[in-house]
């Protein structure tokens, strides 16, 4: 694992989004995973700002999001679609048919089948990702299977109140949620982890550690061929 330390969000923003810009310059037609979350919306930022300023195109890339709230419509300003699309999606050229997204609303069954199949004809050239406070990648909680493919979710107590700000109060909080499983992530031939601030120094640390367990998915990472971890002085703070 590559592991790239910075100043502060800015700095750690502006260098994610400068490989995916690098990438999408050297594959126009780059297969590009996508994360939800405070952490991500810098590195959107940036690359809004390299397609304003005409350095890249998104017209043929396609997008794959990790993962959705279960019971949330798509026009929710909670739901994952929403939130992609008022941070990124609006702001570039990217087509519209070119989107996959996993559904939390309707027959989960086959949303889960809809967006495993989508998933399985292509292959993600580069996979965004966050790390949660108890290292879950994606909506992957601890204990999930490392072979685990798209499947529904019961979110962690922890994971929910991280995510409660987002919301009036925790009740608000969905319970459930449809996640890309970890062998889904670890598909993709390249993954850039993003994690910032003091709250994600201990998630940070154990990933490094070298001890791979099902109890902190983030480990499995360790095992993949290509990732790059960039990380603010916060979160990085024991790295050396």
Known sequence: MKVIKCNNYDEMSEISANLIVEDLEANPQLVLGCATGSTPIGTYKNLIKAYENKLVSFKDVTTFNLDEYVGLETTHEQSYRFFM??????????????????????????????????????????????????????????????????HTVK????????????????????????????????????????????????AVNEMLSGLKTEEFPASILMDHPDVTLIVDSEAGEDIE
């Open 155 to 202: 979110l962690d107590t922890q994971t929910r109140e991280d995510n409660k700000r987002f919301f009036n109060n925790l009740d608000e909080v969905p319970e459930f949620a449809i996640s890309m499983g970890i062998k889904d992530i670890m598909a993709a031939k390249k993954i850039i982890i993003l994690a910032n601030g003091k709250n994600k120094k201990y």
């Open 85 to 150: 699309e008022d941070n990124f999606f609006n702001h570039i050229d990217l087509n519209k048919e070119n989107i996959n997204f996993p559904l939390g609303s309707g027959n989960l069954d086959e949303c889960i089948k809809k967006y495993q199949g989508e998933l399985d004809k292509k292959v993600i050239d580069v996979q965004i990702l966050g790390i949660g406070s108890n290292g879950h990648i994606a909506f992957n909680e601890p204990g999930t299977s490392f072979d685990s493919h798209v």
